[in-house]
T-cell receptor
Framework: DTEVTQTPKHLVMGMTNKKSLKCEQHMGHRAMYWYKQKAKKPPELMFVYSYEKLSINESVPSRFSPECPNSSLLNLHLHALQPEDSALYLC????????????FGQGTRLTVV | KQEVTQIPAALSVPEGENLVLNCSFTDSAIYNLQWFRQDPGKGLTSLLLIQSSQREQTSGRLNASLDKSSGRSTLYIAASQPGDSATYLCAVDDTGNQFYFGTGTSLTVIP
């Protein structure tokens, strides 16, 4: 099983809403990532969790709050987002520190209205 | 921080042609380089992974090479098909858990 599953696939939320994106993998990977991708741009790294601890935060605004409750799950909590936060949010996983293959989910298409 | 560039930004070829996509990066101390394919509005599909000790990898009609000293990788696609139309992204991992993406090449294969 080389699948990374993201839910929901699509999400529309208002600027005052609170919502969460979910990501799950069962490959035993202990590094998990959130990326943000705007239209016609490459993915940009937001957060990295290594062994369930936040290891990288690429200066992401606090309205995005990541959480890694266990080695298989990664959440991204959203609150008071702006329309410019509308994007495709991608989750990925890999074995940390090994240089082995990373796998990506199909993404959540987020629209902030 | 790695800067990863891909040339060309867009490419349109007739079906059956062989083609080469280029990826360059600024810091040669890398763990690996991975090539991905992305269809419009979709996630990333891994195509090939080249670890830092390797020079090339092959999968079917795809061949990827890596020259760390010059900071370059190429993805060769043989006998292109309309189904190959997509955006191709290279990603460099220079810490073991931090991927930097290139700017992408949008490929259109014309039937």
């Amino acid at each position: 099983d080389t699948e990374v599953t993201q839910t929901p696939k699509h999400l529309v939320m208002g600027m005052t809403n609170k919502k969460s994106l979910k990501c799950e993998q069962h490959m035993g990977h202990r590094a998990m990532y959130w990326y943000k991708q705007k239209a016609k741009k490459p993915p940009e790294l937001m957060f990295v969790y290594s062994y369930e601890k936040l290891s990288i935060n690429e200066s992401v605004p606090s309205r995005f709050s990541p959480e890694c409750p266990n080695s298989s799950l990664l959440n991204l909590h959203l609150h008071a987002l702006q329309p410019e936060d509308s994007a495709l949010y991608l989750c990925a996983s890999s074995p940390p520190g090994t240089g082995l293959e990373a796998f990506f989910g199909q993404g959540t298409r987020l629209t902030v209205v | 921080k790695q800067e990863v560039t891909q040339i060309p930004a867009a490419l349109s070829v007739p079906e059956g042609e062989n083609l080469v996509l280029n990826c360059s990066f600024t810091d040669s101390a890398i763990y690996n380089l991975q090539w991905f394919r992305q269809d419009p509005g979709k996630g990333l599909t891994s195509l090939l992974l080249i670890q830092s000790s390797q020079r090339e990898q092959t999968s079917g009609r795809l061949n990827a090479s890596l020259d760390k000293s010059s900071g370059r990788s190429t993805l060769y696609i043989a006998a292109s098909q309309p189904g190959d139309s997509a955006t191709y992204l290279c990603a460099v991992d220079d810490t073991g858990n931090q991927f930097y993406f290139g700017t992408g090449t949008s490929l259109t294969v014309i039937p």
